[in-house]
């Protein structure tokens, strides 16, 4: 869907990208992680066309976009920043309804698709008449995904959009997308230098230093021991610890327990809870295995640390 | 929002009630001023105060109006690329221009285009010019890096940018250049006297050659009313229009 063809990008005499390759195929969230500086944002902004290649080609749909036309081809693709970008004069229906308005859509057919965006990012519908000047930084994060939702664009480029939230902001707002792009399977190049937040969005991780890729794979392809230093001093040392808040327990769990005896004290957890969570729980009370329940309180199987281990080695979330 | 800016138009409503005692029932003022100053009576206006708070407000008007729409339509032209070297020399010259004394300038366009109206209108069109320009350009400058990149991201062009964007965000700061150069305009325009100019300004020079207190402040009094009801009309709607 975007394929990068070795880019480089030179501002006067620095390289901010060198020969840079990478391909994101077609509904596929790539997270492009990596220090502050190391050309992420300039990836992004050589696929909006906002600033040219030095050299190299850049292919979306298969197409140069040197020959496409350039407002056509952004108005293709959702954008979204750290600084949400919102306009301070137009209130959130009028921020969201932009590009379907660039687009010529008619009114019903807009103000219907602003009350979709503003339930799919969880938002109150009478949010319409605020101005961002009202929003406090979630809800104009919120916004902000929505409105490079708004003319449902087959592309999303996101660069740290909720990179000025608080941790605990920053957490359900990363879960509520990562329902929404499971919804929505919109091609997806998302940068950031959180490591975890990586881990809890990305299909595959491509791993940046400054100005050239280093390594491309699932998140759990990136616990093998055999990466460079570079790589392993980003991703940090409990690296497989944070790997762990990417799953969730229904996907690692058994229907019985591997630990083979009744244990003499049982504890639960439900089985939309994190693996972080539950190792957490396991480690606090002492225990090699809980019991999953469904929520209620019926119990539907069990989790053990050896599941933990296979979950996290066999890769890709079930 | 509209809260705010109630006592501003509550004070607007009030000065432009005085200002339109000060010109129709001077007499009053002038029963009052009296007390304090002896009359002298020399010099008979010829015309009714009326007739010069409309010389002189038609005068302002025009002036700013041409200035307005010149100094808006070179800004907006900074914004194109072509432009891109001449910014930095607009804002410089429209910053160092604003600090050459008007007098100054009056006194040096005299040689050139004469004493009267017209040349007068001219030199406040080209003084006006010069804070609106100023503002305008910082206005469209004070738009955050973050907002003009998602508008060109979402695929505006470079017009729709301008209108849609940059222009409505740099209305308060525009807002403030017109009230500057309105305000400048009206002095200019009273000083403007000196080189022919009719206006309030006739009765302060007529009242100084005369040495008549209470002429000079029948000139004076009103246009200082004028220049109070702009400024606070222009603050209650830069308050409307400010969005933070």
Redesign the interface.
């Known amino acids: 869907m975007i394929k990068l063809v070795k880019v480089t990008k030179k501002y006067q005499d620095i390289t901010a990208l060198r020969n840079f390759s990478l391909e994101i195929p077609k509904g596929v969230l790539l997270v492009l992680l990596g220090p502050s500086g190391c050309g992420k944002s300039t990836v992004i902004k050589l696929i909006?066309t906002?600033i040219k290649p030095t050299s190299g080609e850049i292919f979306v749909n298969n197409q140069n976009i040197r020959e496409m036309n350039?407002?056509?081809?952004?108005?293709g693709?959702g954008?979204a920043?750290?600084?949400?970008?919102?306009?301070?004069?137009y209130n959130v229906y009028e921020n969201i309804a932009?590009?379907p308005r660039?687009l010529k859509w008619n009114k019903a057919d807009i103000d219907h698709r602003v009350d979709y965006l503003l339930d799919l990012v969880s938002l109150n519908r009478n949010y319409k008449k605020k101005?961002p000047?009202e929003l406090s930084g979630g809800e104009g994060q919120r916004v902000g995904v929505a409105?490079a939702l708004a003319a449902d664009p087959p592309i999303l480029?996101m660069d740290e959009p909720f990179g000025s939230l608080d941790p605990q902001n920053r957490e359900r707002l990363q879960r509520e997308f990562d329902k929404i792009q499971k919804q929505l399977k919109k091609t997806v190049l998302f940068v950031t230098h959180d490591v975890e937040e990586a881990i809890r969005l990305a299909d595959k991780i491509a791993v940046m230093k400054p100005g050239e890729l280093v390594s491309l794979g699932s998140p759990s392809d990136f616990i093998a021991e055999d990466e460079q230093e570079y790589i392993k001093d980003f991703l940090g040392t409990d690296y497989a610890l944070k790997l762990l808040s990417r799953f969730i327990v229904e996907e690692v769990m058994s229907q019985e327990n591997s630990e083979g005896k009744e244990p003499t004290k049982v504890f639960r957890i439900t089985k939309k809870s994190t693996v972080s969570t539950a190792l957490s729980v396991m480690i606090s009370k002492g225990v090699k295995s809980l019991e999953v329940t469904n929520g209620e309180e019926k119990r539907i199987g069990f989790i053990t640390f050896e599941d933990i281990l296979m979950g996290i080695f066999t890769g890709e979330k079930k | 929002m509209k809260k705010r800016n109630k006592p501003f138009l509550t004070v607007t409503i009030l000065l432009f009630i005085l200002f339109l005692v000060s010109i129709f029932k001077f007499d009053i003022i002038e029963k009052l001023l009296v007390l304090a100053i002896k009359p002298k009576n020399f010099f008979v206006a010829r015309e009714s105060l009326f007739e010069l708070a409309k010389v002189h407000i038609s005068i302002v008007a025009v002036s700013s109006f041409l200035s307005v729409i010149i100094a808006v339509t070179i800004a907006v032209l900074t914004r194109f690329p072509f432009m891109d070297e001449f910014e930095g020399f607009l804002l410089g010259v429209a910053t160092f221009g604003q600090t050459i004394p008007t007098v100054a300038i009056l006194a040096l366009l005299v040689p050139f285009l004469g004493y009267g109206f017209k040349p007068a209108l001219f030199a406040l069109f080209i003084y006006g010019i010069l804070p609106v320009l100023r503002n305008t350009i910082e206005g469209f400058n004070a738009t955050s890096e973050g907002v003009r990149e998602s508008a060109k991201s979402m695929g505006m062009n470079r017009l729709q940018i301008i209108t849609k964007v940059e222009l409505p965000l740099a209305f308060p700061a525009i807002l403030a250049g017109i009230r500057i150069s309105l305000i400048l305009n009206i002095s200019v325009a009273t000083i403007g006297a000196a080189v022919g100019l009719s206006g309030f300004g006739t009765l302060i020079v007529n009242g100084l050659r005369s040495d008549d207190m209470i002429m000079i402040l029948k000139g004076a009094i009103p246009v200082s009313l004028l220049a109070l009801t702009v400024e606070s009309l222009f603050m209650s709607m830069e308050k409307r229009f400010r969005l933070t």
């Open positions: 909006n906002l350039l407002t056509n081809l952004r108005r693709m954008y920043i750290q600084s949400t970008g919102l306009f301070p004069h932009v590009v660039l101005l000047s409105r480029l």
